[in-house]
C-alpha cells in the first residue's frame, strides 16, 4: 500500500527566503505525481502535475522534481511571499488511477 | 469550463437524516473520484468511477455511506443515517483519462452532523 509522507509538517520563514518541501512515498511504480495548494476552508488547487518519465516540472517560481527510484519529491519556491501561506498537499498516482495524499505541510510566510 | 461543481457548500444536519451530496465533474472527465478530508485523518479516497462505473469503493466507511453516478455528468455521495464522525470536509475531484493526467477538485461540501 502506497505511503506518503510530508517533511516538514509546517513551517514558518520570513518574506522573500527560498524554500523546499519535501515529498516521499513507498512504492516508486508510480504514474505521476501532482502538488496541490490547499488554503483554509477552501479545495484544492492544482499547481504542478510530474509524469513519471520526468524529472522536473516548473511554473514561474515553483519547481518540482521526482526522483522515482528513491520515491521523492521536491516543491521549490523561489522567493517566498505572504500570499504562499497556505497548505502543500504531495499527491502520488499509481496503479488503478488513485491519489494518495501526503499529510501536507502548512506555510506561513511572514512580512 | 466552470470546473468541479459541488453542492451545497455547507450543510448542517442532524444525528440520523439522510445527507446527499452532489457533484458535476468537467465535461470531457471520464474519471471521478470521491475524497473526504478531516484534521485527524487528512485526505482519504472513498470512492472512485471511471466511465460512471464505480471502480474501487473499498474506502467507503460503512453501509451508511453509498454513491452513484447516473451519468456522465453528476454524482452523488449518500449518508444515511448520518452521524457526528461523518462532520468532515467531502471533496469531489475528476480527471480526463486513467493515469496520465491530473485531477481538478471542487471547493468541497463542508458537512456538520450535530
Known amino acids: 500500500k502506497q505511503e506518503v509522507t510530508q517533511i516538514p509538517a509546517a513551517l514558518s520563514v520570513p518574506e522573500g527566503e527560498n524554500l523546499v518541501l519535501n515529498c516521499s512515498f513507498t512504492?516508486?511504480?508510480?504514474?505521476?505525481l501532482q502538488w496541490f495548494r490547499q488554503d483554509p476552508g477552501k479545495g484544492l488547487t492544482s499547481l504542478l502535475l510530474?509524469?513519471?518519465?520526468?524529472r522536473e516540472q516548473t511554473s514561474g517560481r515553483l519547481n518540482a522534481s521526482l526522483d522515482k527510484s528513491s520515491g521523492r519529491s521536491t516543491l521549490y519556491i523561489a522567493a517566498s511571499q505572504p500570499g504562499d501561506s497556505a497548505t502543500y498537499l504531495c499527491?502520488?498516482?499509481?496503479?488503478?488511477?488513485?491519489?494518495?495524499f501526503g499529510g501536507g505541510t502548512r506555510l506561513m510566510v511572514k512580512p | 469550463d466552470a470546473g468541479v461543481i459541488q453542492s451545497p457548500r455547507h450543510e448542517v444536519t442532524e444525528m440520523g437524516q439522510e445527507v446527499t451530496l452532489r457533484c458535476k465533474p468537467i465535461?470531457?472527465?471520464?474519471?471521478l473520484f470521491w475524497y473526504r478530508q478531516t484534521m485527524m485523518r487528512g485526505l482519504e479516497l472513498l470512492i472512485y468511477?471511471?466511465?460512471?462505473?464505480?471502480?474501487?469503493d473499498s474506502g467507503m466507511p460503512e453501509d451508511r455511506f453509498s454513491a452513484k453516478m447516473p451519468n456522465a455528468s453528476f454524482s452523488t455521495l449518500k449518508i444515511q443515517p448520518s452521524e457526528p464522525r461523518d462532520s468532515a470536509v467531502y471533496f469531489c475531484?475528476?480527471?480526463?483519462?486513467?493515469?496520465?493526467?491530473?485531477?481538478?477538485f471542487g471547493s468541497g461540501t463542508r458537512l456538520t452532523v450535530v
Open positions: 475531484a475528476s480527471s480526463e483519462q486513467l493515469s496520465n493526467y491530473g485531477y481538478t
Open positions: 512504492d516508486s511504480a508510480i504514474y505521476n
Open positions: 510530474i509524469q513519471s518519465s520526468q
Open positions: 499527491a502520488v498516482n499509481n496503479a488503478g488511477n488513485m491519489l494518495t
Open positions: 465535461s470531457g472527465h471520464n474519471s
Open positions: 468511477f471511471n466511465n460512471n462505473v464505480p471502480i474501487d
